[in-house]
Nanobody
């Protein structure tokens, strides 16, 4: 069973940066795809980025390409989402997720495991 623990959210001004972390407390990341999703108030949860843990293949939503970078540290069983040039529209609860599937899926239904979420607020 995967247990995902997130950290790194907070309040930042527009143009600033944050780095989110997600650790598999049972250190089973070697078999998984890790994804990041976000959900703003009144909106559906949406795909942000994903990385295949073994191949390091990654994918991004168009809205974050060139600003966000997803990465992983295998020995630490931790994944990261580096967020630069943040905009007010990036404000949301960000969720880490994991899947034992293939590729780099972008659909919520493709992920079996979810973290508790961390709030990111970008002020204008």
């Amino acid at each position: 069973q995967v247990q995902l623990v997130e950290s790194g959210g907070g309040l930042v001004q527009a143009g600033g940066s944050l780095r989110l972390s997600c650790t598999d407390s049972r250190r089973t990341y070697g078999r998984y795809v890790m994804g990041w999703f976000r959900q703003a108030p009144g909106k559906e949860r949406e795909f942000v980025a994903a990385i295949n843990w073994s191949s390091s293949t990654s994918d991004y939503a168009d809205s974050v390409k060139g600003r966000f970078t997803i990465s992983r540290d295998t020995p630490k069983a931790t994944g990261y989402l580096q967020m630069n040039s943040l905009k007010p529209e990036d404000t949301a609860v960000y969720y880490c997720s994991a899947s034992d599937g293939m590729g780099v899926p972008s659909k919520v239904a493709s992920y079996e495991y979810w973290g508790q979420g961390t709030q990111v607020t970008v002020s204008s």
